[in-house]
């Protein structure tokens, strides 16, 4: 397990939500908690850090929650995503399960409790992923190391 | 009463412009409501804590006072939510899609909704039976069960009951609501599903609810009809087939 405190991004543009999830969350749990209101900045976050859940609004202006998550996709394939959303339509959602190989979408109101348990085994799983890809890149390198020695 | 030429096409344009309006606002109330019911457990959770510690008597007594609204606001914002999440599960898919859905679960997001009619005056009594999923639009049932609640409560004065019943059918489903309101008398009997009929006064509505319902049980491949005596109350009966598979069973 990563000894690292996780991390939760939030991306939400109005300010009231992640002020309340943030709040929430440090009450909860021992997890870092970053919130943007602006999805630029928060492209910044995900190039500059490890995140290991990210959760995203979707109607928001420059880009729509869906096309954000792609972009965290890409940029930390690891982290998990979750779409948090008043604007629930069954083609957003679908859409978001497709493009974005998303977690989780919960609906605003969200359940605090609901959406705890999400975040946290969201966390738990950014970082067994992350343990498999470490693992793996060290069986790599014996493996190579070992194909030398007998070469 | 009659509608001038194009009055009922008209008509239902308004009520679709305003159902669009009202799932818009009630997309909007979601975040800050959210945002709300979220702070309050945070606050509560913190009064808590405060009140199980060491403080002067005054001091407390404000913790207490605090602790007091807090709760109340708590079950203010359970009320909120459990309103905006059956005005987004009736709005969902207006679409004519069918899939399949719990009706018990929408005539209890009706009842919800049609709370207003109520207030204290009418007792509501629920006996729902275990129903299979329904191939159905669940937005176009729910408006049918919303108009037929509130037509229930406008036909009792003053004090009342309503009463919702379901039972599973073959292959199919029935729904019963019954008012004690003052019945539909025998002149009108016949006219109670055509368009335009209404014995409201102006304002209360347009006597399209009825005809729009039978469309709607229709398209459903079901049946609506009602049994009355005048004074003694109304039950209109719906049995809705489980499985009905052509499309378009919305709008």
Redesign the interface.
């Known amino acids: 397990m990563n000894n690292e405190q996780p991390t939760v991004l939030l991306i939400d543009d ?1 300010d ?2 992640i ?3 943030r ?2 969350l440090q ?1 909860e749990t021992p997890f870092q908690v970053e919130g943007c209101t602006d999805t630029v900045r928060a492209i910044d976050v995900l190039k500059s850090r490890p995140v290991d859940v990210v959760i995203s609004d979707y109607l928001m202006p420059k880009m729509n929650g869906i096309q954000l998550l792609k972009a965290a996709k890409e940029i930390q394939p690891e982290a998990t995503r979750i779409l948090l959303t ?5 083609q957003s959602a679908v859409q978001a399960i497709n493009e974005v190989a998303l977690y989780q979408y919960v ?6 409790m609901t959406l705890l348990m999400v975040i946290r085994n969201g966390v738990e799983r950014a970082q067994l992923l992350r343990e498999l890809r470490d693992s793996q890149s060290s069986l790599r390198d014996v493996r190579a190391r070992l194909i030398k020695a007998f070469l | 009463m009659t509608h001038p030429d194009g009055g009922e096409n008209s008509e239902l344009h308004r009520l679709a412009s305003l159902g669009r309006t009202l799932a818009g606002l009630v ?2 109330i ?6 709300l ?3 309050n ?2 606050l509560l ?1 913190g009064l808590d804590s405060l009140a199980a510690a060491d403080l002067p008597a005054d001091i407390r007594r404000k913790v207490e006072t605090l602790r007091d609204l807090a709760s109340v606001d708590r079950l203010a914002c359970e009320r ?2 459990t309103l ?2 059956g005005v ?1 599960r009736l709005a ?2 207006a679409s004519a ?1 069918l899939v399949a859905a719990d009706v018990n679960e929408l005539l209890r997001d009706s009842l919800q909704l049609a709370h207003h009619e109520f207030k204290l005056r009418i007792t509501v009594e629920t006996d729902l039976g275990e129903l299979a999923p329904v191939m159905c639009a669940p937005h176009s049932l729910g408006q049918v069960f919303l108009n037929l609640l509130v037509n229930a409560a406008q036909a009792i004065e003053g004090q009342g009951r309503i009463t919702v019943r379901t039972r599973p059918a073959p292959a199919g489903i029935d729904v019963w609501i019954s008012d004690t309101g003052r019945g539909i008398g025998p002149a009108d009997r016949e006219k109670v599903f055509s368009s335009g009929f209404t014995t409201k006064p102006p304002g209360a509505g347009a006597g399209l609810g009825l005809a729009i319902c039978k469309e709607i049980i229709a398209r459903h491949g079901g049946q609506i009809d009602f049994e009355s005596s005048p004074g003694a109350g109304a039950t209109f009966h719906i049995r809705i087939p489980t499985g009905h598979s052509s499309g378009g069973a919305g709008e």
């Open positions: 109005e009231m939500v002020t309340s999830l709040a929430y009450l008043g604007h629930a339509d069954k609906e605003k109101p969200w359940d605090n | 997309h909007e979601g975040t800050p409501v959210a945002s019911a979220s702070n457990e945070v959770r909120l939510t905006v999440r987004k969902r898919g899609e």
